[in-house]
């Protein structure tokens, strides 16, 4: 017997552990400290960097990404999406603040710091000894009952999309978080160039119809609404004004056509030499005076337009317009309604658009050739964006698209909440309410949820400069009391009621981010192994995905 228990103990097999198993240089991380508590850090993290850019007074960021570009902004989902996120759990927070920008354009930076705060409350929850599923399921009640009572916080709804200063009125506050000091005037251009474009059912509203043109020079107070499209080049030809002119968009270079086959060709006489050249200068005419004979007087060419083209051109009068961007030459049919040809000929009255004006205009030092269309809606608008560096000019770029994106969001339901943190505190009062409702341990959840809201006016005050907590206890007591639209007043620093200060956020945004946050929240919370392989050598795949950042 004595022999048996001592070969027990020889050899024992050792414990495999997981990377063992795995690839070389596989990263492991399991269990509630090493998971899950990392994960809600390094959410946290991100959610700090943004705070500071939350709201008027939100700071900008100087981003350089890996191209050496340089952005200075304050957009959430810009800043996230330069900083190449590799973290798996803070790539899920730059997502969901990239799928907020692409359907509603604001709130990016509400998405962002609510999934930060909802994981900072479950990780108290979690240290307390809460379990990940009790937490879940008490966020998700929580989540499900804030969109609820966001509905009833409505407080002003727009009726007429075309009332220019109906938009401008409910684009500010928008516009006040990325460009504070410009809004008015930003707002009132945007809302101009939206109507413009705004179809007969505002519900079909496109996005890409309101262009920006970026222009150095003067300041942002000099920008202006066009009615039509501007190109950032001046035309080719002598040509610089036509009026009332129709259109032909030639998708193709203007050239003759060379032969597939070489020939060779054997000249005998002086004549022959002298004519040799005529018949493909005579093909030539035949085209431009077929063009030239349809009516047309402005031509626009996708590439290279030959001398000889130019020539005959020149000669008929016919303005010239050169296009290399093949996204701009397709936005250039949408302006004038024409159709883009592949061969050169005379082009079909169908074929042909029709511009009320295209001429060069000098602005700033840029030579830029406008087309504008007198008519009240024309298909597209552009924004004439003046600024004395490209910086700030990409930066007002952002806040138009937001602007512009929340109009398409405005016309499909127009309801409006009171913004400056208000709607996050009553929502704070109201599950607070909710949880003490609620039996079990849920309620813990859920209380933490709902105070995970005061985040946003708490960061409003902390960017003023405003004492905090003076700030979020006078909130509460108005809220308390009944008053359900105060908010901080960010320029008196006075707590007040801001609906007619016209400080008020779409719903569907906030709609939109809370739950967001809070499914991007319970996936991070429903996580308790991180496996990451090494990653592999060698250069890195192209990205799959349009190469004009437009389309």
Known sequence: GSFCSSSRFLSLPTMLSLPD??????????????????????????A???????????????????????????????????????????????????MQEQEIGDGTNLVVILIGEILRKAESLLQIGLHPSEIVSGYEKAGKKALEELEQLSVHKIDALRDEKQVAHCLRTVLASKQYGYEDLLASMIAKACIQVCPKNPKNFNVDNVRVTKILGMGVTDSQVVNGFVLPRPPEGAIRRVTKAKVAVFGAGIDVGK??????????????????????????????????????????????????????????????????????????????????????????????????SVEVQEIGSTRVTVFRQESEESHVSTLVVRGSTDNIMDDIERAVDDGVNVYRAMAKDGRFVPGAGATEVELAKRLDVFGDST????????????????????????????????????????HQ???????IDVESGEVVDVVPLGIIDLLTT?????????????????VDQIIMSKPAGGPKPPKQGPVDGDD
């Open 48 to 98: 700090d960097i943004l705070r500071t850019s939350l709201g008027p007074n939100g700071r900008n960021k100087m981003v350089i990404n890996h191209l050496d570009k340089l952005f200075v902004t304050n957009d959430a989902a810009t800043i996230l999406k330069e900083l190449d996120v590799i973290h798996p759990a803070a790539k899920m927070q730059a997502l969901a603040s990239q």
């Open 439 to 478: 039996p079990g341990l849920e309620q813990y959840a859920i209380k933490h949820f709902a105070e995970a809201f005061e985040v946003i006016p708490r960061t409003l005050a902390e960017n003023a400069g405003l004492p905090t907590n003076d700030i979020i206890s006078k909130l509460y007591a108005q």
């Open 259 to 356: 032969t597939e086959t070489k020939g060779t060709v054997l000249i005998k006489t002086a004549d022959d030499l002298l004519n040799f050249n005529k018949g493909e200068e005579k093909a030539m005419e035949e085209i431009i005076k077929g063009v030239h004979d349809a009516g047309v007087k402005v031509v626009v060419s996708g590439s290279s337009i030959s001398e000889l083209a130019m020539h005959y051109l020149e000669r008929y009068g016919l303005m010239v317009v050169k296009v290399p961007s093949k996204f701009q030459l397709r936005r250039l049919c949408k302006a004038v309604g024409a159709t883009a040809l592949i061969k050169i000929g005379t082009p079909t009255p169908e074929e042909l658009g029709f511009c009320d």
């Open 481 to 487: 009391k009944g008053g359900p639209n105060f908010g």
């Open 510 to 526: 906030k709609q939109n981010a809370i739950r967001l946050a809070t499914s991007t929240a319970i996936t991070i919370l429903r």
């Open 21 to 46: 198993m795995l690839k070389d240089g596989t990263k492991h991380l399991s269990g509630k400290d090493e998971a899950l508590i990392k994960n809600i850090e390094a959410v946290g993290k991100f």
